[in-house]
């Protein structure tokens, strides 16, 4: 088994594990592997056909507006990350399948849009390079607005971007504000606006005097969820949604604070990006505005237990997480 197939495997592995440990489960009826699971009152499936998936009817006049190019070539090409992370992006029970929030939003796009979706994984930097060389059109993927992302990119916003610290479920410290985090251990993904947050603020604690926070990095988030169970760090640092499902499903952690991801910048939002002035942003915000107005967005976010991160409206490269320095 290839290393790619075996963390593909892992990563499945882990997400169902979580879904299984809650009650009201649903079997197939013929005594083969679940398919469905409840957590906090949303029940998830988790079968690689997707039959619940939201839908939307083409419209004529946002895909008209859609680059010759991809019209004519009928798929819309998009990148995501995959693990152990439901609801975001994981693998359905095929082992194979990328299911969750993320793909649904693509697809809400694309139907309207008038296309297919083309969904292709690779880790959180290569999304970039791959929209970089052109491979791909689009990622949608949990990514925050930057300012120094939208030097290259284009966005179009459809979640409010949360994120939480998820500390053991016998841990006894609290987190008050950043100040809280000086000489602890806490994992964060590499290229992350959260990375990007807790950097600041410990250059911040260390101007003040305080312990340097020590930050760790994994290659999975199956990786941080293990290390934490095991207290090698004090907390993560990562998407809320994400948290708030482990925290519910697993029962071993719990989340102690939770604050938008460009801190007390502003409120950062989760978009779908695009090269620059490749012309394609334009109809998919429209795409994205006609579902929330027209009710198909807010199903997929309930759907996925999200309905709390829903925006009132799509923008297109809003003020984003602060540069750094």
């Known amino acids: 088994m290839s290393l790619a197939r075996r963390r593909r495997r892992t990563g499945a592995l882990i997400a169902l594990t979580v879904l299984s440990l809650l009650t009201g489960a649903c079997g197939k009826g013929d005594g083969g592997a679940s398919e469905t699971r409840a957590v906090n009152g949303t029940t998830y499936d988790l079968s690689p056909e997707q039959s619940t998936r939201i839908h939307a009817d083409k419209v004529d006049s946002i895909a008209a507006q859609v680059p010759a190019a991809i019209r004519q070539r009928g798929t819309l090409i998009v990148s995501g990350s995959v693990g152990a992370t439901p609801p975001l992006g994981f693998y359905a029970t095929d082992d194979r399948t990328v ?11 694309a139907d309207i849009l008038g296309l297919k979706v083309d969904h292709r994984t690779a880790d959180f930097a290569q999304n970039f390079v791959k929209v970089d060389s052109g491979e791909v059109d689009a990622i949608v993927s949990n990514i925050t607005v930057t300012e120094e992302r939208k030097e290259k990119y284009d966005f179009a916003t459809y979640r409010l971007d949360n994120v939480a610290l998820e500390v053991p479920k016998d841990s006894d410290w609290t987190y008050t504000d950043r100040k809280s985090l000086a000489g602890k251990r806490i994992g ?3 290229g992350t606006n959260q990375e990007q947050l807790l950097v ?12 340097k926070l020590d930050l760790a990095y994994y290659q999975q988030n199956n990786d941080y ?8 760090i004090d907390g993560y640092v990562g998407p809320n949604p994400s948290a708030q499902y482990h925290v519910a499903a697993v029962g071993q952690s719990k989340v102690i604070a939770t604050w938008s991801g460009a801190g007390d910048a502003l409120q950062a939002e989760i978009a ?7 012309g394609l942003i334009g109809p998919v915000q429209q795409a994205l505005q006609y579902a929330i107005e027209h009710g198909a967005y807010q199903k997929v976010l309930d759907h996925w237990g999200l309905g709390g991160e829903a925006v009132k ?11 750094r320095g």
Do not use: C, F, M
């Open 200 to 211: 600041k603020w410990n250059d911040q604690n260390v101007a003040d005097g305080l312990p």
């Open 99 to 109: 299911i969750g929030s993320e793909v649904d939003i693509a697809w809400l796009v």
């Open 313 to 323: 409206q799509s923008r297109i490269d809003p003020p984003g997480l602060p540069k």
């Open 188 to 190: 964060v993904t590499s």
């Open 272 to 278: 779908v990006l695009t090269k620059k002035d490749n």
């Open 225 to 232: 969820y293990l290390a934490l169970a095991s207290h090698r």
